[in-house]
């Protein structure tokens, strides 16, 4: 019964609206579907996209139409249509067009005529680049991505299919959604969305950002930076003669003009270039059309093929803009095969909006109150795109999924289904994999879950001359306290077989989000306290698995420690605008450890164990003592853009530096505190994006302490060094540095990281690595106190070796030591930054 009221209502409203509906399907000659032609009504943008098997529909009001669809290689063709009824027919069927090259006078040097509209070309790049000042449309998109293969397992782990929502030969759609977005933007450029709707199936984020590629740009961002961190040069760029071969292939009358159909031809490998074709009209030498693609060869990452067709049609006597564009992109790496197609159809342009000078402000997207509440009735009015069988099937699957699921959340039956459905816990999970398990519970209307977690046994032993073997025991319970409340137990045991020392502490976190004179924010509060093993220098210069290796194979113990009895208690916020804030005081009765542990796989009798008290401050004591600290810390990055939610507000990002300042405090004679002093830094660092010459990043730090009367080692200024061939920390340490020699308590230091990521810059000229895609990195670490203690370090390496490693050979100037060149490896490329970025 409902079912019936729902399409008489639709009915209503469709009559009510006077809404028709024009449908029908684009096809060749051949009667072969054309997929995304565009159709639209003349001398208006106001139009739609066929689907990927040519079928369109389009919604009018009564009256007399001159409708036009278009299709890239096809005739242009017009169709008058008087609207008059709900439902009518409108099948296009497109000619090829009749390409001719007409006789043109060849030069000298044997000259394609390609060559000389491509100049007529870029010369007017600058003019349609900046004609329009400033201007409004609407943007539906549509995107779906399909696997067509899945492993069975990857990188040991067994791949869940049902989870990925494909069936048993890996085949499925796991991607769909549509969006209504409008468009502000203003030259140079300022641009601000607003998403009126958005869905997906099954439920959650739609992709609600248009993908704006504008090849009047010299330098064309390709979707998202990590697909191409250099950009990708435009064919009709200024420099583009140099990058690009020509080849006229024909030309084709329309409207009046003539269109020039130019293959576009890379002059090398491996440089960020684009192949295909672009069609340029003489009536204003603009762009017409495009059928352009990036592949791996021409430095596109993380996919193999990126495909971007766009039509270009006249919203005034003399602007055209983007009518509609189809990226498709492909992926077939590591048993893994995908497809996927984004369409993206512009409407109602408006050229003379008439925006107020400060209309764009730090909201770069902002979603409507309403914007994921709309019924399918809606979509099925506005949508501009037919949806293709595949996605009207994926939708009914996934959405009635997703409401039997709220439907029966609450019911004994589906907690009880919630549990069983979990993996048993097994011997292997306990000593190797880990383990983890789901509590589930009703709270109000919906089904919450607590979480209990713990490491391996086996991947939570540990090595140090120290303690010797360490047994170690992580469990953590995450319990879900509804409105946003969040309690972490984390109890922390460990055991010395050698030392025979016992130390356990518990580490309490509540979080939870706030909203502060209408400014949301995440809180979060720490209590900590009981007895635990920690390094002189906080920042863990060297990790455990590391210290590991260099003491069992190479009898070198890097890793320094003390023990201590603390207790802590924390608070930090992050605010709405991603700033973020910090304060805590800890309280530790700290003592002296001695090696215990002599223990290696490989007997080396020319080696000695160092002492565990860093040997290079031999000369400062470290004695049993207490200390009470109060530490402040806060960071900011000025000019922060953001995603506006209904309810909130999420950082985006800035063009801006971050900037960090911190402050501790050391209070004497309090609970026979020993230490007196006052100590600061001020930092700044960024990442920036030089496109085709590449990234520049950078971290900048200096500090010193107002007062050092009475300092203890765990409280020096350490620099964080590095002994081994391993590093990180790359903005952050200093890779042939020791790990102690250079700590202080002076009034002032300065240290500077800086490097520079090619990104295929140079390196796309050796033949072997630009097919390999290794790219070249330099830089330079530094560090002054004074004239007796300084360091300086350069370095150049190579990174994204099998898009995740890299190796640099560096020589460290030391004022301590003599000079050293040494080799390390670390993270870095298009994976292994990310890799880097998750490690800090």
């Known amino acids: 019964m409902l079912k019936y009221l729902f399409t008489i209502s639709l009915l209503f409203i469709v009559v009510y609206c006077k809404a028709n509906i024009i449908q029908g399907r684009v096809t060749d000659d051949s009667n072969q579907p054309l997929p995304f032609a565009s159709v639209f009504i003349k001398g208006t943008t106001t139009g739609t996209t066929a689907n990927a098997t040519g079928q369109y529909h389009l919604d009018l009001p009564p009256g007399q139409y001159t409708i036009i669809c278009q299709y890239i290689g096809f005739r242009k063709t017009e169709q008058s249509l008087l609207v008059n009824a709900p439902v009518q027919t409108l099948d296009f069927h497109l000619q090829p067009v009749n390409m001719q090259i007409k006789e043109v006078v060849v030069k000298a040097s044997g000259e394609d005529p390609a060559y000389a509209i491509i100049r007529q070309a870029i010369r007017k790049r600058r003019y349609y680049q900046e004609q329009v000042k400033e201007y409004t449309c609407m943007s539906y998109i549509k995107g779906n991505i399909g696997m067509k293969g899945v492993p069975g397992k990857f990188m040991g782990q067994k791949i869940d299919k049902e989870e990925m929502g494909v069936d048993s030969t890996g085949k499925g759609m796991v991607f769909l959604s549509e969006s209504v977005t409008k468009i502000f933007a203003r030259l140079p450029d300022k641009i601000k969305l607003e998403v009126i709707s958005s869905r997906k199936s099954g439920g959650g984020f739609g992709l609600s950002f ?233 709270r109000d209307s919906a089904i919450a879950y607590h979480t209990l977690s713990m490491k391996g046994l086996v991947k939570s032993l540990k090595y140090n001359t120290v303690e010797g073997l360490v047994l170690a025991l992580e469990p953590v319970l995450n319990m879900n306290l509804g409105e946003d409340q969040q309690l972490q137990i984390t109890p922390f045991v460990r055991y010395g077989l050698s030392n025979t020392h016992l130390n356990a502490y518990m580490r309490i976190d509540f979080s939870n989000s706030s909203h502060i004179n209408n400014r949301y924010g995440h809180n979060n509060w720490v209590l900590a306290g009981g007895k635990r093993i920690s390094q002189f220098n906080k920042d863990n210069p060297i990790d455990n698995i590391t210290n590991e290796f260099y003491t069992l194979f190479l009898k070198e113990n890097y890793m320094k420690l003390y023990e201590s009895w603390f207790g802590n208690l924390a608070y930090s916020r992050i605010f709405e605008s991603n700033s973020r804030l910090f304060a805590g005081v800890i309280y530790e009765s700290r003592s002296p450890v001695e090696n215990t542990a002599d223990f290696v796989i490989f007997k080396n009798a020319h080696k000695q164990f160092l002492p565990n008290h860093p040997y290079e401050l031999a000369d400062i004591p470290f004695d049993k003592h207490q200390a009470l600290v109060v530490n402040v810390d806060f960071a900011f990055q000025p000019g922060q853009q953001f995603i506006a939610l209904p309810d909130r507000k999420i950082p985006f990002g800035s063009k801006y530096p971050t900037f960090n300042i911190g402050y501790s405090k050391g209070i004497p004679n309090i609970a026979n505190s020993i230490v007196d002093f006052d100590k600061w830094y001020l930092s700044a660092s960024d990442n920036m994006n030089f496109k085709l010459f590449g990234e520049f990043r950078y971290h900048v730090r200096l500090g010193g302490f107002l007062n050092n009367r009475s300092v203890q080692l765990p409280d020096y200024q350490h620099f964080n060094g590095n002994q081994t061939f391993y590093n990180i920390k790359y903005l952050n340490s200093f890779q042939l540095a020791p790990y102690y020699e250079y700590s202080t308590t002076a009034p002032f230091y300065i240290t500077a990281n800086a490097e520079h990521h090619f990104n295929g810059l140079l390196t796309n000229k050796v033949p072997l690595l630009n097919k390999l895609k290794w790219n070249l990195v330099a830089g330079a670490n530094a560090f002054y106190v004074n004239r007796d203690n300084n360091y300086v370090e350069v370095f150049g390496g190579l990174e994204n070796i099998l898009k995740v490693i890299r190796v640099d050979v560096v020589a460290g100037y030391q004022s301590k030591a003599n000079t050293r060149i040494g080799v390390r490896v670390g993270f870095g490329g298009i994976l292994g930054n990310m890799m880097n970025f998750n490690s800090k």
């Open 210 to 442: 248009p993908a704006i590629i504008s090849l009047y740009d010299n330098n064309v961002a390709a979707v998202i930076t990590q697909m191409g961190p250099r950009g990708y040069i435009s064919p009709i760029a200024e420099n583009a003669l140099s990058y690009y071969r020509y080849q006229l292939e024909g030309t084709f009358e329309e409207d009046g003009s003539t269109v020039y159909k130019i293959k576009v031809i890379p002059r090398r490998k491996h440089e960020p270039l684009f192949c295909g074709y672009i069609f340029i009209t003489n009536n204003g030498w603009r762009i017409h059309s495009t059928d352009l693609y990036l592949t791996s060869d021409y430095q596109l990452e993380l996919m193999d093929t990126l495909e971007i067709r766009q039509t270009h049609v006249p919203v005034t006597s003399d602007v055209w803009r983007v009518k509609d564009q189809v990226l498709k992109i492909s992926f077939n790496k590591f048993g893994f095969v995908l497809g996927g197609t984004f369409v993206n159809v512009y409407s109602g342009y408006n050229i003379h909006p008439g925006l107020p000078p400060k209309f764009f402000d730090r909201i770069f997207l902002k979603y409507d109150t309403a914007y994921d509440k709309q019924r399918r009735g809606y979509w099925d009015s506005v949508r501009p795109v037919p949806l293709e069988q595949d996605e009207i099937k994926d939708y009914h699957e996934k959405d009635s999924a997703a409401q039997a699921e709220r439907d029966t959340a609450v019911s004994r039956n589906h907690l009880l289904a919630l549990q069983q459905k979990q993996h048993p816990v097994t011997v292997m999970n306990i000593l190797w994999s880990g383990a983890s398990h789901k509590y589930y519970f009703q």
